[in-house]
């Protein structure tokens, strides 16, 4: 089996962009991989950080991704800051990957916007750590979003200049797995932009814990076009809002738009939102009981997170250790 590895930020109980982004895909996998799946609350402070919230969204994350069916006796789920042997690959890696490599990652400009000078160094070398991240595991494919596709091609810039400059065949190339139909799934508010926790509106995002009533009222209030829904897939174009809505449908229904259409082309929003209603609920109402199941016994996810990032540590420290000795590490 390959060995995959993905992290994903702790900022809370997932949404549904993220569980059909991230975390459904990520419980496919297991069948097919051995997995390392990652909270990765050391690139979260990359931005200050309440420490009282990050504790508790870790914990929020974690329930979520057992109760979406992560198993983590079969495989291996833990918190980043736990197993150290990501930080001191990290600094090698600092010391590899070139300041103009770091300059041209576009989610850096992005971010720190016209504020460059006030970010945080860790904001600009988040790409080494998340290079460590993978490779301290020898990891050979990671499932990530397409805004990370640049970051995954540093990865292996780095790799392969350490073993350039080593005289080494030590870190493996890494493939990018973008997955699935539903990568992108974007606000009710604004169909042009993705579904996010940030969003100032509550009513732009569902939450893998919304209620009945609260998935109900923000389909309900979801923005749309007065147009009934079209026939055929051409029919979406420049209809941003019914081609996310019918997105979304047909993710969790495993098919394609061309197949939502044909059973629900020509009817109004008014028949197609109650019909998506009842599929988010059924599918999002189990995840959610259980990770409210999960989330009143803090004790029981900290244990598995523990025992995780136990046997994470077991396979990442043979491999910073021979990275610093490759490098010219003494140990005495």
Known sequence: MQRIFSGIQPS?????????GAVRNWVALQASHECLYCV???HAITVWQDPAALAQQTRELAAS??????????HILFNQSAVHAHLRLA????????MGWLNRMTQFKEKAGKDRENVSTGLFTYPNLMAADILVYHATRVPVGDDQRQHLELANDIAQKFNHDYGVDFFPQIEAMIMGPAARVMSLRDGTK???KSDASDQASIKMTDSADE???KIRRAKTDPEPLPETIEGLEGRPEARNLVGIYAALTDTDHAAVLREHGSKGFGAFKPALTDLVVSKLAPIAD?????LADPAT????????ARRAEALAVPIVEEAERLVGFLKV
């Open 290 to 294: 259980e990770t409210n199941r999960l």
């Open 12 to 20: 809370g109980i997932p949404h549904l962009g993220n569980y059909l």
């Open 91 to 98: 600094w090698i890696f600092n010391c590899v990957a070139r």
């Open 301 to 308: 996810i900290e244990a598995i997170l523990r025992d995780g």
């Open 40 to 42: 990765v609350d050391l």
């Open 215 to 217: 998935i109900a009222l």
């Open 65 to 74: 991704l057992l109760a979406s069916g992560i198993d983590p006796k079969a």
């Open 194 to 196: 993705k579904m996010s």
